[in-house]
């Protein structure tokens, strides 16, 4: 099984704060994804990345995938209490088990206003 | 907007009774998942499938079955509940490309008094 760590698990800012969370793994994937979980609700994909190296925005949201495509991280600039949530990366399984879709164990995010 | 349902949305049952929680998609994906998870924290994956009649144990052992006699249909069966059992249920469909987006369902919060 390919595990995926994150880090931190917890994460508690003010409104307006910057913030890196990371996922980060000594298994090579062929891409990671991010989601976001709201209570109550199942999560939602934010963004895949494939490339090593690749970045990529969401508006305020910049990720990173890894040279090595053995990591990947999520920067939030100037947070706001509605990107408050359990943030997730997700990758497939390797070889045989390309099917299996494993999730690190999560960020929980708040941000105070 | 995903096509992915689960029901009952919230289910209290006594100790020792058999329920099923009925999850369907609309979106034609092979590949379909079953993750226990409690508030806030990890998804662990329990079981998943990539066609017919093809069900796979997932990393965290569950005392739960599984079927899949329709691409659309991925019930989940627990023969005899118990408070062990108490959790949040979500069940995920995705498209054949290791890359691409799982939907999720809204969740089954299944409480066994």
């Known amino acids: 099984t390919q595990l995926l760590e994150q880090s931190p698990q917890f994460l508690s800012i003010q409104e307006g704060e910057n913030l890196t969370v990371y996922c980060n793994s000594s298994s090579v994937f062929s891409s990671l994804q991010w989601y976001r979980q709201e209570p109550g609700e199942g999560p939602v994909l934010l963004v895949t990345v494939v490339t090593g190296g690749e970045v990529k925005k969401l508006k305020r949201l910049t990720f990173q995938f890894g040279d090595a495509r053995k990591d990947s991280s999520l920067h939030i600039t100037a947070a706001q209490p509605g990107d408050t949530g359990l943030y997730l990366c997700?990758?497939?399984?390797?070889?045989?088990?390309?099917?299996?879709?494993?999730f690190g164990k999560g960020t929980l995010l708040t941000v105070n206003p | 907007e995903a096509d992915i349902y689960q029901t009952p949305r919230y289910l209290v049952i006594g100790t020792g009774k058999k329920i099923t929680l009925e999850c369907s998609q609309t979106m034609g994906h092979d590949k379909m998942y079953w993750y226990q998870q409690d508030p806030g924290m990890e998804l662990h994956l329990i079981h998943y499938s990539y066609g017919v009649n093809s069900t796979e144990k997932g990393d965290l052992s569950s005392e739960s079955t599984v079927s899949r006699i329709r691409t659309e249909h991925f019930p989940l069966t627990l023969e005899s509940a118990r408070p062990s059992h108490t959790s949040q249920y979500l069940c995920?469909?995705?498209?054949?490309?290791?890359?691409?987006?799982?939907?999720f369902g809204q969740g089954t919060r299944l409480t066994v008094v």
């Open positions: 997700a990758g497939p399984g390797s070889g045989g088990s390309n099917y299996k879709l494993t």
């Open positions: 995920a469909s995705k498209g054949s490309a290791g890359n691409t987006e799982a939907f």
